[in-house]
């Protein structure tokens, strides 16, 4: 406990999964934790359930395909916390199980512009927040899919695979710039979280035992599986480690 003690983390996504589970996981290790997600009640309840176990902890609206809203959020909480250390990127949506042929354009847009815009303009506000203060770490969800390839899913992958490269490629201009901010990606897995359960349910209980089958662990992870892994590459513990790709997926890319 207290790995992030003093530090101010920014979660977006923070109202459910693994955003929520990193939030709550922050807040124990001692940070102070802004959630923002654009689900009010949930994020506010999740807000209030961390408050009550002895952590520091808000809630804050936030669509992060708003550059305007990026704007705000940061110049929040600079002033009201004089620094933001930690980011994660953790809003998504998931993919639409629909083939490229079918697929209408502006279902390929709506996914690239929270799973990949979303995590650029987190990169570009969080970056400048971050040197205004003393430094810090961005950590951004890509996924498996950031690797290989899922038939059904090509705007989800493209929106993962663009993750994974924006990371180190900001990872790399932020390196020798002082104060140092790192930038890293982590790459989960199929997760519990209400995003593969409606999956599972779009695309029928084949999709359950295709994971159980085809994860060496041969489960789903838990959504504080994730959370372990973004409060190391959050901590000072990992004040050597940039541009690099977590992945945790019970085995998954092994194969
Ligand atoms: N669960 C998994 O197995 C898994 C695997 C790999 C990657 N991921 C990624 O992890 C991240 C979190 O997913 P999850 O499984 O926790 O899903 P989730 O649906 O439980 O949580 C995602 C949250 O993002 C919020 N959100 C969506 N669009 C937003 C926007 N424009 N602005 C602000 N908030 C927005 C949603 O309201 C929701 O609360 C996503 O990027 C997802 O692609 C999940």
């Known amino acids: 406990m207290g790995r992030l003690r003093d530090k101010v983390a ?38 209030k359930q961390i408050i009550n176990n ?19 959020i ?24 629909i083939e490229i042929e079918d697929m209408d354009f502006s279902i390929w847009r709506n996914c690239l512009s ?44 493209a929106s993962k695979g663009g993750v994974r490269l924006l990371t180190k490629a900001a990872a790399l201009e932020c390196a020798r710039k002082t104060p140092l901010v790192r930038v890293n990606s982590i790459h989960p897995g199929f997760i519990d979280t209400p995003m593969v359960a409606g999956a599972i349910q779009r695309r029928g209980p084949e999709f359950r035992n295709y994971i159980e089958e085809n994860v060496p662990l041969g489960k789903l992870g838990e959504p504080s599986d994730i959370a372990e892994g973004v409060v190391y590459l959050a901590s000072d513990g990992a004040k050597f480690v940039t541009g690099t790709e ?8 092994a194969r």
Do not use: P
């Not at 929520?20 to 001692?30: F, H, I, V």
């Not at 808000?58 to 550059?67: A, P």
């Not at 909480?77 to 250390?85: A, F, N, S």
């Open 74 to 97: 940061c110049d929040y909480i600079l002033e009201r916390h004089g620094h933001l250390d930690i980011l994660l990127n953790g809003a998504g949506v998931g993919s639409s199980a």
């Open 246 to 253: 977590l992945t945790i997926d019970g085995g998954f890319l």
């Open 54 to 72: 002895g952590g520091k902890c808000s809630f804050m609206k936030q669509d992060t395909t708003s550059e305007e809203g990026w704007r705000e």
């Open 114 to 157: 929270v799973n990949l815009d979303g995590v650029f303009l987190g990169c570009k506000y969080g970056i400048k927040a971050m040197r205004k203060g003393r430094g810090g770490s961005i950590i951004n969800i890509s996924s498996i899919l950031g690797f290989a390839g899922l038939a059904t899913a090509t705007n989800y992958c």
């Open 10 to 47: 920014l979660i977006t996504g923070g109202a459910s999964g693994l955003g929520k589970a990193t939030g709550q996981l922050m807040a124990k290790e001692g940070a102070t934790v802004i959630l923002s997600d654009l689900q009010e009640v949930e994020g506010t309840a999740v807000s």
